[in-house]
């Protein structure tokens, strides 16, 4: 189930909030690339010895193909000081503590201990976390200086430390921050579930609007239901408990090769129209053309269960291209840029945009 290999620290290549990214000399295998959190193993240096977990380096995988430091064994680093009883990644090897803003320690306890609304504020669901980027360019274009906080669910990645698009959307403050929910860990503040994770946007961090994706990474079988962003309708029904107004981000492609991606994604129709049980507005973005009557007509395969609102998109692909060069955030999804599936970033930049005129 793991490979394990010990490695030799050769070089640093690059380093973000979180995560540093290293060059690796493993054995007879090679140079390669591998990943290290400091909070959770130290910060590696070259010359030091590394344990590793090649697995997903082995099998290629592209959002995860990096060995993964298990740990520095000649250089531990020191125990961790401070309140926290909240273990995340649990029962792993990497089981790591920290401090939850809904546990008994914390000084936001009796702040969430009866907290229930988010008094109705909008909650941006998606299914990928590329669509992060398009969603925060549409909201921000049409309503600059709206507060925004992530809310990052443990469908792919745990570490919220892994997206190096998180970061850069931080430090240049088009992100306010970031909660991390379930067995995700690393955000500016870390929560049990998905609704205690809400409450703290608001409550917390007084956000004007959520975004909630999976991190990077996502898990699909090409099955109907054996996809980690089939949680988006699971997080259209906590927004709606919890008194938001959720917004169903569309997953929409021109470019995607595989016929069940085409147009409105599969998982769309089966994350809004099976799993979401509340009402949530989806935007339906006005793409023109038969593509656009194309993705008209499956959209409206959940008109019965939810609010459609036509958004016109026809600044959108500049609007993206400006905030790709000014943020230096690209704009990817599974290796596609902008303008090789630019039906995916118009449907997500069309929510962020409706989500600007419920404010």
Same mark, same amino acid.
């Given at each position: 189930?793991?490979?394990?290999? @010990?490695?030799?620290?050769?070089?640093?290549?690059?380093?973000?909030?979180?995560?540093? @990214?290293?060059?690796?000399?493993?054995?007879?295998?090679?140079?390669?690339?591998?990943?290290?959190?400091?909070?959770?193993?130290?910060?590696?240096?070259?010359?030091?010895?590394?344990?590793?977990?090649?697995?997903?380096?082995?099998?290629?995988?592209?959002?995860?193909?990096?060995?993964?430091?298990?740990?520095?064994?000649?250089?531990?680093?020191?125990?961790?000081?401070?309140?926290? #009883?909240?273990?995340?990644?649990?029962?792993?090897?990497?089981?790591?503590?920290?401090?939850?803003?809904?546990?008994?320690?914390?000084?936001?306890?009796?702040?969430?201990?009866?907290?229930?609304?988010?008094?109705?504020?909008?909650?941006?669901?998606?299914?990928?976390?590329?669509?992060?980027?398009?969603?925060?360019?549409?909201?921000?274009?049409?309503?600059?200086?709206?507060?925004?906080?992530?809310?990052?669910?443990?469908?792919?990645?745990?570490?919220?430390?892994?997206?190096?698009?998180?970061?850069?959307?931080?430090?240049?403050?088009?992100?306010?921050?970031?909660?991390?929910?379930?067995?995700?860990?690393?955000?500016?503040?870390?929560?049990?579930?998905? #609704?205690?994770?809400?409450?703290?946007?608001?409550?917390?961090?007084?956000?004007?609007?959520?975004?909630?994706?999976?991190?990077?990474?996502?898990?699909?079988?090409?099955?109907?239901?054996?996809?980690?962003?089939?949680?988006?309708?699971?997080?259209?029904?906590?927004?709606?408990?919890? +008194?938001?107004?959720?917004?169903?981000?569309?997953?929409?492609? @021109?470019?995607?090769?595989?016929?069940? #991606?085409?147009?409105?994604? #599969?998982?769309?129709?089966?994350?809004?129209?099976?799993?979401?049980?509340?009402?949530?507005?989806?935007?339906?973005? @006005?793409?023109?053309?038969?593509?656009?009557?194309?993705?008209?007509?499956?959209?409206?395969?959940?008109?019965?269960?939810?609010?459609?609102?036509?958004?016109?998109?026809?600044?959108?692909?500049?609007?993206?291209?400006?905030?790709?060069?000014?943020?230096?955030?690209?704009? +990817?999804?599974?290796?596609?840029?902008?303008?090789?599936?630019?039906?995916?970033?118009?449907?997500?930049?069309?929510?962020?945009?409706?989500?600007?005129?419920?404010?």
């Amino acid at each position: 189930m793991i490979r394990w290999r @010990e490695g030799t620290v050769r070089g640093i290549r690059r380093e973000w909030p979180g995560a540093v @990214e290293l060059d690796v000399t493993v054995g007879g295998d090679g140079d390669c690339r591998a990943l290290a959190y400091p909070a959770l193993v130290g910060r590696p240096e070259p010359g030091d010895t590394v344990l590793l977990n090649t697995t997903a380096l082995a099998m290629g995988l592209g959002t995860g193909g990096y060995a993964m430091v298990v740990a520095v064994p000649d250089r531990l680093p020191p125990d961790p000081i401070g309140p926290g #009883h909240l273990v995340k990644a649990r029962y792993t090897p990497l089981q790591t503590t920290v401090l939850g803003v809904d546990e008994q320690d914390s000084p936001h306890h009796a702040l969430l201990q009866d907290a229930d609304s988010l008094t109705g504020m909008p909650v941006i669901v998606a299914d990928l976390h590329s669509a992060l980027p398009p969603i925060l360019a549409g909201l921000l274009a049409d309503r600059p200086g709206t507060r925004v906080v992530y809310v990052m669910p443990d469908g792919g990645a745990l570490p919220a430390w892994f997206s190096m698009s998180l970061a850069r959307l931080k430090e240049i403050g088009a992100l306010a921050a970031t909660v991390t929910v379930g067995q995700a860990f690393g955000g500016d503040l870390e929560a049990v579930t998905v #609704h205690t994770g809400l409450l703290a946007a608001r409550l917390i961090l007084a956000a004007d609007v959520v975004v909630l994706a999976q991190g990077p990474g996502n898990l699909g079988t090409g099955t109907r239901w054996g996809f980690s962003g089939v949680s988006a309708g699971e997080a259209v029904n906590a927004a709606s408990v919890l +008194s938001g107004r959720p917004v169903g981000s569309l997953r929409v492609s @021109e470019g995607d090769a595989r016929e069940r #991606h085409q147009g409105v994604s #599969h998982h769309s129709i089966t994350a809004y129209g099976r799993v979401a049980l509340a009402r949530a507005d989806i935007p339906v973005p @006005e793409l023109g053309g038969p593509f656009g009557e194309r993705v008209a007509a499956q959209a409206a395969q959940l008109g019965d269960r939810h609010t459609l609102v036509p958004t016109a998109v026809t600044d959108l692909r500049d609007i993206c291209a400006i905030a790709e060069q000014d943020w230096g955030v690209r704009m +990817s999804t599974m290796g596609r840029g902008l303008d090789e599936d630019l039906a995916y970033f118009l449907t997500a930049a069309a929510a962020g945009r409706h989500t600007a005129t419920l404010l």
